[in-house]
């Protein structure tokens, strides 16, 4: 290839990852090379989503957030670890966890030793238990809208429910950390009996490096499923969750091994020096963790992006061919007696976009030509919401056209009053010859 060719090939590219991609059907595509077109969907749609959903703004706002409730949020933790008698497992624990974090780690833990000890009994006990309660519960809160938002959930937890999730979170953290404890010295024990073994010397080490990473992916897997107010499938989160430990593996590792730069953060901020590294620590873990969520949002719904350009720029004939086209599926569906369609039933099997899809069935739900009914997995279906044999044609298009708001202040009473008669007539008349046709029998 010579090198004036190079800028066009990556138009051919980007025409390619931006537009051509988006229109291949998956049912048209050999098994290779449609898993190869999803990876590759992923990705992009994880990128351009990190940018639409500005991320590098919510990662500051949840350092912000973090670096308030950091005291008050080991406090809990640690309180609950000490009811159990696991306070110095957690502790060691998270010292092992974020080892780039040893010397703020110490501090803080001295820090709730004292505040502790200082809420031990009184009224301030009361008073700063829910005022430390209300820190970290924001904190969590703030970290769970961040995740709505991702997966575009425009309603997030009930109050209880937070209570209740949020406590067992509490309750289920120090646990886990005691767990991923005790895994860790059962590994290092039995490949420390392997080590003997030169043969085997070199996958010992290997092991115990997988260790913390295989721990640090089941954190980010929980999160990603749990965290969000609706359903994450395990698949997606767990990829999503090797993403995220990885990355932050090797932040880590890069973050540890580059505070040989400390010294220069000490002749400028002396003392507080460790504020800083901290604040860009926290920064660049919640931007891994946040284009995880992404990931997993990506890998999940990169169905509903398929002929997405195209889809926003559908002509307005095609839309209500295929408005009418669904309706006439779930009407002769209802008519047979057979099981009603879901929303992704439809679409594989009329190969209608997943997203144009639900954009019409939620508008004839609006209009009240069809009901979501939710089945014992709160999966949706779809049927008819009125008796079939007056759903016409006519019927069904002047719904739409009436659909939306028409109180706007032009005269079309006296002054547009004939271009508003010729608006109404042209209507009527486009289905003059077929004003009783049932969809049902189209």
């Given at each position: 290839?010579?090198?004036k060719?190079?800028?066009?090939?990556?138009?051919?590219?980007?025409?390619?990852?931006?537009?051509?991609?988006?229109?291949?059907?998956?049912?048209?595509?050999?098994?290779?090379?449609?898993?190869?077109?999803?990876?590759?969907?992923?990705?992009?749609?994880?990128?351009?989503?990190?940018?639409?959903?500005?991320?590098?703004?919510?990662?500051?706002?949840?350092?912000?957030?973090?670096?308030?409730?950091?005291?008050?949020?080991?406090?809990?933790l640690?309180?609950v670890?000490?009811?159990?008698?696991?306070?110095?497992?957690?502790?060691?624990?998270?010292?092992?966890?974020?080892?780039?974090?040893?010397?703020?780690?110490?501090?803080?833990?001295?820090?709730?030793?004292?505040?502790?000890?200082?809420?031990?009994?009184?009224?301030?006990?009361?008073?700063?238990?829910?005022?430390?309660?209300?820190?970290?519960?924001?904190?969590?809160?703030?970290?769970?809208?961040?995740?709505n938002?991702?997966?575009?959930v425009?309603?997030?937890?009930?109050?209880?429910?937070?209570?209740?999730?949020?406590?067992?979170?509490f309750?289920?953290?120090?646990?886990?950390?005691?767990?991923?404890?005790?895994?860790?010295?059962f590994?290092?024990?039995?490949?420390?009996?392997?080590?003997?073994?030169n043969?085997?010397?070199?996958?010992?080490?290997?092991l115990?490096?997988?260790?913390?990473?295989?721990i640090?992916?089941?954190?980010?897997?929980?999160?990603?499923?749990?965290?969000?107010?609706?359903?994450?499938?395990?698949?997606?989160?767990?990829?999503?969750?090797?993403?995220?430990?990885?990355?932050?593996?090797?932040f880590?590792?890069?973050?540890?091994?580059g505070?040989?730069?400390?010294?220069?953060?000490?002749?400028?901020y002396g003392?507080?020096?460790?504020?800083?590294?901290?604040?860009?620590?926290?920064?660049?873990?919640?931007?891994?963790?946040?284009?995880?969520?992404?990931?997993?949002?990506?890998?999940?719904?990169?169905?509903?992006?398929?002929?997405?350009?195209?889809?926003?720029?559908?002509?307005r004939?095609?839309?209500?061919?295929?408005?009418?086209?669904?309706?006439?599926?779930?009407?002769?569906?209802?008519?047979?007696?057979?099981?009603?369609?879901?929303?992704?039933?439809?679409?594989?099997?009329?190969?209608?976009?997943?997203?144009?899809?639900?954009?019409?069935?939620?508008?004839?739900?609006?209009?009240g030509?069809?009901?979501?009914?939710?089945?014992?997995?709160?999966?949706?279906?779809?049927?008819?919401?009125?008796?079939?044999?007056?759903?016409?044609?006519?019927?069904?298009?002047?719904k739409?056209?009436?659909?939306?708001?028409?109180?706007?202040?032009?005269?079309?009473?006296?002054?547009?009053?004939?271009?508003?008669?010729?608006?109404?007539?042209?209507?009527?008349?486009?289905?003059?010859?077929?004003?009783?046709?049932?969809?049902k029998?189209?």
């Open positions: 290839m010579k090198l060719d190079i800028p066009e090939k990556i138009k051919e590219f980007l025409k390619f990852v931006t537009e051509d991609i988006w229109r291949a059907s998956p049912q048209d595509l050999s098994n290779k090379k449609r898993k190869g077109y999803t990876v590759l969907k992923v990705i992009v749609l994880a990128v351009r989503r990190y940018q639409e959903d500005n991320l590098q703004r919510s990662a500051s706002a949840l350092t912000y957030s973090t670096f308030l409730s950091v005291i008050p949020f080991l406090a809990v640690l309180a670890a000490k009811g159990f008698g696991f306070e110095n497992i957690v502790e060691s624990q998270l010292f092992e966890y974020f080892p780039g974090q040893r010397d703020i780690f110490a501090r803080v833990t001295d820090i709730v030793d004292s505040y502790m000890e200082h809420t031990k009994d009184g009224i301030f006990l009361g008073i700063g238990l829910v005022l430390l309660l209300y820190t970290v519960f924001n904190l969590i809160s703030t970290i769970e809208n961040t995740f938002m991702i997966w575009q425009p309603k997030g937890r009930s109050y209880l429910r937070r209570i209740t999730d949020y406590f067992s979170a309750l289920l953290i120090p646990i886990f950390l005691v767990c991923s404890s005790g895994l860790s010295i590994f290092a024990t039995t490949f420390d009996t392997l080590s003997h073994y043969v085997l010397a070199p996958i010992y080490e290997v115990i490096a997988i260790v913390p990473l295989l640090t992916i089941i954190a980010f897997t929980v999160l990603y499923m749990f965290m969000p107010n609706t359903k994450v499938q395990f698949k997606h989160a767990l990829y999503a969750g090797i993403f995220a430990a990885i990355g932050f593996q090797v880590q590792y890069l973050y540890i091994n505070q040989i730069w400390v010294s220069k953060y000490n002749a400028i003392s507080l020096a460790l504020i800083p590294l901290l604040l860009l620590w926290m920064q660049l873990s919640w931007v891994i963790c946040l284009v995880g969520a992404e990931i997993a949002y990506a890998g999940q719904n990169v169905q509903n992006f398929e002929f997405e350009s195209d889809s926003k720029n559908i002509s004939r095609y839309l209500d061919f295929l408005t009418l086209t669904i309706t006439s599926i779930i009407t002769k569906r209802f008519e047979k007696g057979d099981k009603a369609y879901a929303a992704i039933d439809i679409s594989n099997h009329y190969k209608i976009p997943i997203r144009l899809t639900n954009q019409i069935l939620y508008l004839l739900v609006d209009l030509i069809i009901n979501e009914v939710k089945d014992e997995d709160n999966s949706s279906y779809y049927q008819p919401a009125m008796d079939i044999n007056h759903i016409t044609v006519a019927y069904l298009f002047d739409i056209d009436r659909y939306g708001s028409e109180n706007f202040k032009v005269d079309n009473k006296h002054q547009f009053l004939q271009e508003w008669e010729t608006t109404l007539d042209s209507r009527i008349n486009m289905f003059k010859d077929n004003r009783d046709l049932l969809v029998d189209l």
